[in-house]
């Protein structure tokens, strides 16, 4: 095979890698919501695939302020390493910071609780998940109770696992209400119910020495506590860890 050929092929392997290998350029597992988004004020049909007990909560350490053009973040959006790593954990567990887990928590960064809902995505008909923050997740879980319980008015047994919904943005969050697929495409999305959705990957968690580094390269800004900040490990400077792109993250 020549050079040409064998770079060819490696890029679209690298391509395929990125993607899953299930979407095109520039979609990735996680939905993008909001108004440049998929999830914008026109919305989006998904086929739910879990009840909200079963969606997976996590926590990210972030603090932001909006200068009136933009979001400015203080230090880099991270996974706290102090969250679940599948669904239904004992969030009580999880509730408070550890400063013994997670060095973000040590210096009292900022910490929200963020879910991952699956879904089934009718256009690349394979699951995908909509990551949003706790906000968020009260507003479209309020919205799945009342389908749901307008549903059990007919029959009982109604659940909206399986069914698909309408997911739009409104105002500054987001609603569900029920939406419209065939009953193949219903089949198709029942494949992927209680699949393993590898959320622990899917929520990026760090290593500590990498939380420590963006921990130093926090702005002035940052609401942390830099006396209790252990220093940057050497071996770390030395052996960086695979890099983590912003558009590799969830949230
Ligand atoms: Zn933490």
């Known amino acids: 095979m020549s050079l040409r050929d064998t770079l060819k092929q490696r ?6 890698a990125q993607s899953g290998g299930e979407f095109p350029e520039g979609v990735t597992r996680y939905v993008r919501m909001g108004k440049h988004g998929e999830v914008n004020a026109e919305g989006r049909t998904f086929v739910i695939l879990a009840d909200p ?3 997976f909560a996590y926590y990210v350490h972030e603090q932001s302020t909006f200068n009136g053009q933009r979001t400015i973040y203080h230090f880099r959006k991270h996974t706290c390493l102090h969250s679940p790593k599948g ?4 969030q009580s567990a999880f ?12 210096v009292g960064a900022p910490r929200k609780l963020y879910a991952m809902i699956p879904v089934y995505d009718l256009e690349y008909k394979t699951y995908r998940v909509i990551d949003t923050k706790e906000f968020h997740i009260n507003n479209l879980i309020a919205d799945y109770d009342k389908a749901e319980k307008m549903g059990r008015k007919f029959n009982p047994d ?3 696992v399986g069914e698909a919904v309408h997911i739009k943005q409104v105002d500054k969050s987001f609603s569900l209400e029920s939406g419209d697929a065939s009953p193949e495409q219903l089949e198709e999305a ?3 119910i209680g699949i393993d ?3 622990e990957e899917l929520a990026n968690f760090r290593e500590e020495a990498d939380i420590v580094k963006l921990l130093h390269e ?3 800004e940052a609401k942390i506590d830099r006396d209790k900040l252990p220093p940057v490990s050497e071996s770390n400077n030395e052996k960086p860890n695979e890099e983590i792109n912003d558009d590799d993250l969830p949230f």
Do not use: G, H, M, V
């Open 11 to 16: 890029e679209e392997q690298r391509e395929a």
């Open 53 to 55: 007990d079963d969606w």
């Open 87 to 90: 669904i239904r954990a004992d």
């Open 95 to 106: 509730k408070k910071p550890n400063p013994d887990a997670c060095p973000s928590c040590l």
């Open 158 to 160: 109604y659940t909206l």
């Open 190 to 192: 029942k494949k992927f």
């Open 197 to 199: 959705y590898e959320y």
């Open 218 to 220: 926090a702005d002035e």
